[in-house]
């Protein structure tokens, strides 16, 4: 059974820029949770999608967004990227919307110059 | 706001060894805890816990959660280097969702 894959592994962006990162779960596994890792801040919840749509959003700006499609593959976008916004970002996939473990994805490093 | 707070910040011990790390937390809502352990990229799922006194064991770790305390703890007896590792605690919100809010991690190193 597949686990959760995300892509690109890694990724290099200038300031100013956007970036698009893709998270495809589990097989079965409806909701996609995404999380931003740094080493000063540590692992904080970005967003989480279920059935399509975003069901709970963590304290980051509008510049962060996402979106989940019918097969449950979620996407995230970054606009206007910032220094700060380097970063490990991973995906959490979960079968259900509760109560449920969440599983997650080797990540995406983003390094922004 | 959630919290979590894990203790200690980083450990060393040599093979053989057993280690207790420990995690507190404050919830508005408690439903679950759960322990990861971090190598270099994706957390591995270790346990989920929910209900108070129950321990939960895999091999060589084992957790329990304390509710009326606040607090959970993960042992690894007869420690291996490739127990070398964070461990991150995390808890779950009954009004979040699956949004899991994480502690600092403990940095285990395990000497041979």
């Known amino acids: 059974k597949a686990g959760v894959t995300q892509t690109p592994r890694y990724l290099i962006k200038t300031r100013g820029q956007q970036v698009t990162l893709s998270c495809s779960p589990i097989?079965?596994?409806?909701?996609v949770s995404w999380y931003q890792q740094t080493p000063g801040q540590g692992l904080q919840f970005l967003f989480e999608?279920?059935?399509?749509?975003?069901?709970n959003k963590g304290n980051f700006p509008g510049r962060f967004s996402g979106r989940q499609f019918s097969n449950s593959r979620s996407e995230m976008n970054v606009s206007t990227l910032e220094l700060g916004d380097s970063a490990l970002y991973l995906c959490?996939?979960?079968?259900?919307?509760?109560?449920?473990?969440?599983?997650f994805g080797q990540g995406t490093r983003l390094t922004v110059v | 706001e959630d919290k979590v707070v894990q203790s200690p910040l980083s450990l060393v011990v040599h093979e053989g060894d057993t280690v207790t790390l420990n995690c507190s937390y404050e919830?508005?809502?408690?439903?679950?805890l759960l322990w990861y352990k971090q190598e270099k990229k994706a957390p591995t799922f270790l346990f989920m816990l929910?209900?108070?006194?129950i321990e939960k064991k895999s091999g060589r770790l084992s957790s329990i959660l304390d509710k009326k305390e606040l607090f959970s703890i993960l042992n690894i007896t007869a420690t291996q280097t490739g127990d070398s590792a964070v461990y991150l605690c995390?808890?779950?919100?009954?009004?979040?969702?699956?949004?899991?809010?994480f502690g600092g991690g403990t940095r285990l190193m395990v000497k041979p």
């Open positions: 959490a996939s979960s079968r259900q919307y509760r109560n449920t473990e969440a599983f």
């Open positions: 097989s079965g596994h409806r909701s």
């Open positions: 999608y279920f059935s399509e749509t975003q069901r």
């Open positions: 919830v508005t809502n408690f439903r679950s």
């Open positions: 929910t209900s108070s006194g």
């Open positions: 995390a808890v779950l919100n009954n009004n979040a969702g699956n949004m899991l809010t």
